[in-house]
């Protein structure tokens, strides 16, 4: 069973090395590199020519949602392994996903998590990194959805499913998560590898982190989840998730009506949605607790209320504007103009 590993890259000379020094540490006959260079202005394409990657340029700018369907239209390979370049895959990972896919015939996808040590020391990357890891480990293995940092596809039911939409996703997002939900719409298996992991070089800044979880998570997420008109029930999207965005937001107006008007009632209201927040994500932070101490915490529960806060905001706007005053899908037909074009 052949693999072609397929790495997606724009400016990714401070990460690529190490990404594929793990790669071909691994690699054998049956697996080959492939390196899609995006465009990059730095010495991306360089680094991945001397490391002895096969390399394609991308025509234009079109984010990863293109390079990886660019790599599996180049791929010689029957399964198709996704790994981004500022991951570093764990040792025996590429034997790991062959053996998976050898064991279980009908499995269609595969994907893992990050690894509970990241590489970058400062808070936010640590928390960040930490708690993608915690979220995949705590996770269903049976998904419903799918992971494109550290996840592999049968080429068969990637071309199928109609490959990543790169038209509606030209920037890193949810595509893999868009994905894996059509992929599951056509009853194929995916399965979440808890021993699975890569390690993520990424350094996450306020700016960074903003950025990635409004605008290319919550905000296409939220589009997605209007358009579709479910919810899913995994990894971030459980049910203890969605009860903890409201009690955020009512957590965060009863401090506000604190400070403006206060009373005993908006103190009440405050302490109550306070305790049960608490009690609902008493895991992740007893993991935190552990795993890096008490005064981490503290930030860890000042970022994760954030999050909860303008996720939940950005979801609600979305629902509101995309699924109650429209009333009709955002992404016509689910981009068959994608499958139609894959599948010809």
């Known amino acids: 069973m052949r693999i072609s590993i397929v790495v997606p890259a724009y400016n990714a000379s401070s990460t690529l090395p190490l990404c594929l020094k793990a790669l071909f540490e691994q690699v054998d006959a049956d697996a080959e590199i492939l390196v899609i260079n995006d465009c990059s202005t730095d010495n991306t394409q360089q680094i991945a020519?001397?490391?002895?990657?096969?390399v394609f340029q991308t025509p234009q700018r079109g984010g990863p949602a293109a390079g990886r369907n660019l790599g599996a239209d180049k791929a010689l390979g029957e399964i198709l392994f996704f790994v981004d370049a500022d991951v570093v895959i764990g040792e025996g990972s590429l034997r790991s996903v062959?053996?998976?896919f050898e064991r279980s015939p009908k499995l269609a996808a595969v994907f893992g998590s990050y690894d509970p040590e990241p590489a970058e020391?400062?808070?936010?990357?640590?928390?960040?990194?930490?708690?993608?890891?915690?979220?995949?480990?705590?996770s269903s293995p049976n998904a419903g959805t799918f992971w494109a940092g550290c996840g592999a596809i049968r080429k068969e039911a990637f071309r199928s499913a109609g490959g990543f939409d790169a038209d509606q996703y030209p920037y890193p997002s949810i595509e893999d998560i868009e994905l894996g939900i059509r992929m599951v719409e056509k009853n194929y298996e995916i399965r979440l590898d808890k021993h699975l992991q890569g390690k993520h070089l990424k350094r996450w800044t306020i700016t960074s982190l903003l950025k990635a979880d409004i605008l290319h998570r919550a905000y296409p997420w939220s589009k997605l989840i209007a358009n579709y008109g479910v919810l899913p029930k995994e990894l971030n999207l459980k049910i203890y998730h969605r009860i903890s965005g409201a009690l955020a937001v009512?957590?965060?107006?009863?401090?506000?009506?604190?400070?403006?008007?206060?009373?005993?009632?908006?103190?009440?209201?405050?302490?109550?949605?306070?305790?049960?927040?608490?009690?609902?994500?008493?895991?992740?932070?007893?993991?935190?607790?552990?795993?890096?101490g008490f005064l981490?915490?503290?930030?860890?529960?000042?970022?994760?209320?954030?999050?909860?806060?303008?996720?939940?905001?950005?979801?609600?706007?979305?629902?509101?504007?995309?699924?109650?005053?429209?009333?009709?899908?955002?992404?016509?037909?689910?981009?068959?103009?994608?499958?139609?074009?894959?599948?010809?």
């Open 49 to 54: 020519l001397d490391a002895g990657a096969k």
């Open 98 to 100: 062959r053996a998976t």
């Open 121 to 138: 020391r400062n808070f936010l990357s640590q928390y960040k990194n930490l708690l993608h890891h915690f979220v995949h480990q705590e």
């Open 250 to 292: 009512l957590f965060a107006v009863s401090c506000a009506l604190i400070v403006f008007k206060p009373s005993i009632w908006t103190a009440g209201m405050a302490f109550l949605s306070l305790v049960v927040l608490l009690a609902l994500n008493r895991d992740v932070y007893s993991f935190f607790l552990r795993k890096k």
């Open 296 to 344: 981490f915490l503290l930030g860890v529960f000042f970022w994760h209320t954030l999050y909860y806060l303008y996720g939940t905001i950005t979801f609600g706007y979305c629902w509101i504007r995309f699924r109650l005053l429209r009333g009709k899908h955002i992404f016509p037909s689910r981009s068959t103009g994608l499958h139609a074009r894959h599948q010809a």
